[in-house]
C-alpha cells in the first residue's frame, strides 16, 4: 500500500506561480512512476500533467511544456510541481499518481487532489 497526500493548490491570477507537493508513505519501495494529473471541471478524465516514469524519463502534456517542471526528492519520497505562467485552461484538481509494484502485477496509486484554480 502507498498513500499518497497533496498539497499547495489554491487560487491565482493568470501568469501567476503555484507550487504543488506530494508526499508518499506506505510501501515507498514498490514505486517505479510518480507523477501528476488534472480532472478539469465538468470532465471526468484525469489528464497526464507531468510525471517521472521508469528510467528516470520525464513526460509532460503538450500543454505545460516551459511552464511546469516537476521535481522530487527521495529522501523526503516527495514529488513537486512547479507551475508558473499559468492559465485558467490549467483550472482544475490535481492529483498525484504513483505507479506501484505488486506481487504478479502493478497498480496505480492516487491522492486525494488538490484544487487549483486560475481566474482573474
Known amino acids: 500500500q502507498v498513500q499518497l497526500v497533496e498539497s499547495g493548490g489554491g487560487l491565482v491570477q493568470p501568469g501567476g506561480s503555484l507550487r504543488l507537493s506530494c508526499v508518499a508513505s506506505?510501501?515507498?519501495?514498490?514505486?517505479?512512476?510518480m507523477g501528476w494529473y488534472r480532472q478539469a471541471p465538468g470532465n471526468q478524465q484525469r489528464k497526464l500533467v507531468a510525471?517521472?516514469?521508469?528510467?528516470?524519463?520525464?513526460d509532460y502534456a503538450d500543454s505545460v511544456k516551459g511552464r511546469f517542471t516537476i521535481s522530487r526528492n527521495s529522501a523526503k519520497n516527495m514529488v513537486y510541481l512547479q507551475m508558473n505562467s499559468l492559465k485558467p485552461e490549467d483550472t482544475g484538481v490535481y492529483y498525484c499518481?504513483?505507479?506501484?509494484?505488486?506481487?504478479?502485477?502493478?497498480?496505480?496509486?492516487w491522492g486525494q487532489g488538490t484544487q487549483v484554480t486560475v481566474s482573474s
Open positions: 499518481n504513483a505507479g506501484v509494484t505488486l506481487t504478479g502485477g502493478v497498480a496505480t496509486s
Open positions: 510525471a517521472f516514469t521508469r528510467g528516470d524519463s520525464i
Open positions: 506506505g510501501n515507498i519501495n514498490s514505486i517505479y512512476a
